[in-house]
Each structure stands twice: as C-alpha cells, then as structure tokens.
C-alpha cells in the first residue's frame, strides 16, 4: 500500500512539473553570455507576435510576425569585443509565411563599453524586437538618437520613437528584453499593434473556392480509386 502510494506521488509531482513547464515560455531558460553582454536567445530560438489591430491595408493581412535568431556570434572591430546577433523576419501574410529579412544582420551589443547598434533596416522600419538583458531603455534611446534622427521619451517599461510626420512606435518591452507590444501610430491612428504570443500558434487557412474543388476532386478521385480496386479484386 504504501509503494503504491509513492508512485502516486512520483506521478502526481511529474505532471505538477510537466504543467508549469508547458506553461512556461518557451525562451525563458536560453540566452547568450560575452562577457557581462547577454542576449535572451540562442542560435534557432524563435520569437512571434499576433496582430492585434491594424487599419492598413497590408497589415490588416497579416495574422503573425515570427522573429528567428539565426546566428549569435563574437565579432571584433576596432580591437573591441562585440556581441553579434543576426535575424530572419518572417510575415503569415494571408496563407503562407513570407520572409522579409533571412539571416541578417540585427544588433551588436557591448555592455562594458555601453554599446548598442541596430542594423539599418531594423532601426528605419522598426523592427526592434529583442534587447539586450538586463534591460537599459536610457541606453536603448540613445543608441536610436545617435544612430538616427529620431527622438524618445521613456515611460515604465515603455520606449516612444518619434518617426517625425506624425509617426511613433511604441515599444512595450518587458524585463526579460523581448517587446511584449509593438504598435504603430500615425496621426493619432494606430496602423498596426503586434502582441508577444508565447502560446501555440494555430495558422490559420482560408478555406475558400480554390480549395473546396481540390477536396471535391481529391475525394472523387478516391472513390474512383476505390471502384476500381474493388473490380480489379472480383476479376
């Protein structure tokens, strides 16, 4: 009896554990140490986001925007130690994933020299997904003032860049250096807001006339298949 009981136990504590660990973020546990430079990933972690709201037409298409880390690497320049990462960003535009940026180039990172650099295309079209850890927003802005014309302003756990004509994105970015929200506003209209999906992603397929004549043809071929098969069998 009492066997049986700690095997109740054992299995009893396997599922606890099991449950917390399914519930808890996939990424929470990687990162990539240089030094006192730390990235929250390793190399093939993969980050995505879900359309929240959009008012623009390209953006209203897309249900998902998934972030992958393709390389994480020590890089010298000017006889200093940088930590390089690099990025493939990929958009489910309608009923496939299309990518925008494969392996590129993303973000260089030195917290002993208070350095931080974006790569052009993730700085202009607001592609800023991940940080540094532990996070620094005052060293996040001035490395966007510096590298551009853009201002900032800080707000809790809050970045706004200032695009000018109007424009800012607003970067929620939580303490574990992964924009929780992404949102873009223009006169006062958000054009599209992205929300860190940490959860199963369910893609989702249209089911319109295109594919209701693949499955009438496909289910007709296998009837006719199966006629035949059949006839074949009694000759």
């Known amino acids: 009896m009492i066997k049986v009981k700690n095997n109740r136990n054992y299995w009893l504590s396997a599922l606890c554990f099991l449950i917390i660990f399914i519930n808890f973020p996939i990424n929470s546990f990687s990162n990539t140490v240089l030094g006192e ?18 008012t623009e037409s390209w953006y209203m ?20 130690n940088y ?3 690099n990025y493939t960003l990929e958009y489910y535009h309608k009923i496939s994933w299309v990518p925008e940026y494969i392996n ?16 052009a295309e993730g700085l202009q079209r607001g592609n800023l997904f991940l940080f540094p850890t532990p996070v620094n927003r005052s060293l996040i802005g001035e490395a966007i003032k510096t590298a551009s014309f853009f201002s900032y302003s800080i707000s809790g756990e809050k970045i706004i860049l200032d ?3 109007s424009t800012t994105i607003e970067l929620t970015i ?17 054009i599209y807001r992205w929300e860190l999906n940490t959860e199963e992603i369910i893609i989702k397929v249209p089911f ?26 009694k000759n």
């Not at 430079?37 to 959009?54: L, M, Q, R």
């Not at 298409?61 to 200093?80: A, L, S």
């Not at 590129?104 to 790569?119: H, I, P, V």
């Open 163 to 165: 695009y000018g004509n």
């Open 104 to 119: 590129s180039f993303y973000m260089a990172y030195n917290k002993t020299l208070n350095f931080l650099n974006w790569s």
């Open 208 to 233: 319109g006339n295109y594919y209701l004549i693949v499955l009438i043809i496909s289910v007709i071929s296998l009837v006719i298949l199966k006629k035949k098969m059949l006839m074949s069998l």
């Open 174 to 190: 939580g303490s574990s250096g992964i924009s929780k929200i992404i949102e873009r506003i223009t006169n006062g209209t958000t």
């Open 83 to 85: 930590l390089f990462l």
């Open 37 to 54: 430079s730390v990235f929250p990933a390793e190399i093939n972690d993969e980050f995505v986001w879900e359309k929240i709201n959009a």
């Open 61 to 80: 298409e897309v249900d998902y925007i998934r972030f992958t880390v393709t390389n994480i690497y020590n890089e010298t320049n000017n006889d200093k």
